[in-house]
């Protein structure tokens, strides 16, 4: 998107009408249709904005517009009406300067609108905050409210404002808005009682009955139908794109967000509806027998409705529309109302109700939106006032509308053409003078002390005496007929006696916008605004929360006599303070202009654009600003705002003001004609010139900028940089620490491995030398030991040798010398000698023998094996035998020791051996154990007392065993006994005897070859005992048991010896059958025990381990 610079860039027509040319009405309208056409509808006369009303919506006011134009130069875009806004708060925020923004134009020309695009941009563009926005919410919403109630539809406009505003929007020194303040001026209130054909009361009595829930109007008893009531017109009730229903609830949001109490708004609602059942009370004529007519209410339904809204009596007010009470000079007389009078009564009443209640509107929207108090305010003030108008039937309110225009255009005038004409004099300025026309003198005929219209309106309103319309316009014949601007059919003045478009009861005045003409007709009252004092008090009286701040007068306790200034009286007033209030601001105009009579886009009614802007003094607008300067500035500013454009005023001017910038402008080589020096100020003819020195500026402020830019950005880099330095310097200062330290750490562990591996080496070397030294004294001591070992042993040798041949000497000596000897001696031993010699040489050797034997014996231990070795070869049978001997001797010796009791134990060891020794396996295991013999300490044990005491006999043998099962090769345990004369088994538990079986009858005992504790006891063939047959018994003393049954047996005086039958297969006799016992070797599942199984009838086979 192209960014728009200048008001010149793509320019359709002229934005601003003072580079027109050539400069006419013609071009003048022509230019404002063709912006018009291509949808543009702000132009510029200067400062001065034209609005257009589009009558349709333009994309022309979002928030990007907003933002455009946000901050920017007056003349940098397009013209618009934000330009201005945003130019009149920025000299507002910034340069301290309270502003005004006047909206002028005629009715429908969109004045409404455009202070309310003023204030929506102020409100966009203004600071923001949660405090803040509330406040501009308020500001905005009061909009709505106003409207509602102060708006109608005229044949002119939808949304006629009836009533002036003037809006003072407060800010602090931030330009942040704190509160406002608004004034109403003279709302059209005869619209509550009577509309002009095509037109509307206000909207809010249509917006109350379209818009309300069926409970509020219940509340308020009233109906939806609009024709029901009187005050309201009916042809044109609905409006063409007004919603009133949702206006409704956009006035009731708003009532909310300024701060209307809930029961604030029901109020306001019940004074709305008092007012539409007030229209409907209709009265009918009574006579009376003074043959006057006496008004009464015909119908009391709505008189009672009314009165139950407002809480008063309704005899109060029943009375109050028949009869009045006039009080003069402490008199009071009471005289009836005719019908007539009854429905002025009620329609002041009316009348007075609305506007009373739209001014405390005012005053309550007021309170909401006032400013703390505070020492300063900057001010900005909007000016919304009811625009000139000229209808087929103009009254008092359209004078009083069309006088307030006359000032307001009067103060546009001075502000504008008179006061720039008189600076260019007082600058001292060559001008030449422009003609324009001065509506002073409109004003002055209305409203002079002395003899202005209003004056003496309020003359013959309080005049004593009977007045009417017709005296005031006497009034006004007499007086005003030699005004220029006055006419009448009934001057003095010939000229407009036979002027025929002017009735007699009507007076002309030539308004600055156009010749008005007004009747006479209801001057009087409406300027006296009248409500009668029992309506006033029966008001009062009313029980509403409203009524009495409404009704003020009504109270009886301040019963004023003195009459109440005339609404004329009043209004000149508030317009003389109005007028006074925007003279202290720096005022902004928007020049509102209306492009057809039809509310129609599009069409553009040259003839009707063209009146306005003639009555708006455009032209004359444009002459001035083209024919003065479009610009003017202080010097001081001028300088401080262009000085940077030339390097001699840049960045400091010495001297005055004034040289610095006639300098500046001769660097800048403005033509000579495009500029004048005034007394303070200096004045610039172009606004080309204005774009030119702003368009220079922009560029050196963005040069500026840039420069600033740059140093600012060469001090944070450098900043930066040294920053980064510093940082670096530190970094490096660590990091080097920390290199070296690791340098160090390497090189000391370097170091270390250097040092470790010398010292290593040294070590070694050390090592290897002491090993070397260690191996030399080695070696030497080897070969010393060697070479010492060697001389002993040759030493040895040699003494060997020596002895040898001692010995050798001493034998050959004793050979030789026993030889000698026998040889000597043979002659005398020669028969006996050798064997005395030998016998002798033998005794000696046996002699040393023994002794040597003697002193080497063996221990007397019999299993002890050792004996001396041999010492000569010939005594090797000797030798034997003594050992042989001495192992007897000894064995004799160790028995003779022997008690009786362990000599029976070996004895029966002894037995045991003989027995089994070889022949069964068990018996090695059993050798070392002692042959205990009762296990069971029969005798001593008092389980067995029983048993032991059954016995007649010692009990030589007590154990336990097990009783092999016949049937199924299981044991059960059994004690077994052995006395001298019998094998008992008794039940080991019970200790009672289950067998007893004499010795006698015991033939034999079979075992098994293994290593196992199984044995049979055999039983005599035909003994008692062998009833039940033989015994199979298993014991862990089998050997023990075996042995001494043996001894027993043997011992027994009438028992044969015992046979002991040791074999794996023997026979059994069970009963009357022989079972076969088969001992076999069990497999390893059986693991380390016996089984004993039945297999048939016939064999029992036991499974013995072969590791038991
Ligand atoms: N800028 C605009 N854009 C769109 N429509 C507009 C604009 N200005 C005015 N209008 C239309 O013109 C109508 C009349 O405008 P507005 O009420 O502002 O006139 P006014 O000058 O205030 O009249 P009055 O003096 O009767 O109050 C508006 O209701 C709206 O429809
Ligand atoms: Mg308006």
Redesign the pocket.
Known sequence: MEVKTSLLDNMIGVGDMVLLEPLSEDSFIANLRNRFDHNE?YTYIGSVVI?M??????PI?TPEKVEEYRNRNFYELSPHIYALADEAYRSLRDQDKDQCILIT??????????SK?VMSYVAAVCGKGQEVNKVKEQLLQSNPVLEAFG?AK?V??????RFGKYMDIEFDFKGDPLGGVISNYLLEKSRVVKQPRGERNFHIFYQLLSGASDDTLKKLKLDRDFSKYNYLSLDSAAVNGLDDAANFRTVRNAMQIVGFMEDEVQSVLELVAAVLKLGNIEFKPESRCNGNDESRIKDKNDLKEMCELLGTEQTVLERAFSYRTVEAKQEKVCTTLNVAQAYYARDALAKNLYSRLFSWLVTRINESIKAAPKSRHKVMGVL?I??FEIFEENSFEQFIINYCNEKLQQIFIELTLREEQEEYVREGIEWTNIEYFNNAIICDLIENHQNGILAMLDEECLRPGTVTDETFLDKLNTICAEHLHFESRLSKSSKFLTDHSLPHNCFRIQHYAGKVLYRAEGFVDKNNDLLYRDLSQAMYKANHSLMKQLFPEGNPAKVNLKRPPTAGFQFRHSVGTLMRNLQTKNPNYIR?IKPNDK?ASHIFTDSLVCHQVRYLGLMENVRVRRAGYAFRQAYEPCLERYKMLCKRTWPHWRGPAREGVEVLMADLTVPAEEFSYGRSKVFIRNPRTLFFLEERRRQCLQDLATLIQKIYRGWKCRSHFLLLKKSQIVVAAWYRRYAQQNKYKRIKSATTVVQSYTRGWQARKLLRELKYQKRCEEAVTTISAYWHGTQARRELRRLKEEARRKHAVAVIWAYWKGLKVRREYRKFFRANAGKKIYNFTIQRIMQKYFLGLKSTMPSMSPIDKSWPVKPYLFLDGVHSDLRRIFHLWRCKKYRSEFTEEKKAVFEEKLEASEIFKDKKALYASSVSQPFMGDYLEISKNPKYQKLNSAMDEKVLLADVVNKINRANGKGTARIFLLTKNSVVLADQKTGQVKASVPLPDLTSVSVSTQSDGFFALKLKEGSASAIKGDFLLSSEHLIEIITKLHRTGATAADSEQLNIDISDEFLVQFKHDKVCVKFIQGGPKNGNSVSCKRKNNRLLEVSVPSTV
């Open positions: 509808i609005s009303n589009p009558y349709r919506s333009l006011f134009g005629e009715s429908g020309a969109g004045k409404t609108e455009a695009l708006n005229t002119r406009n939808d949304n006629s404002s919304d009811y625009g509102c509310k």
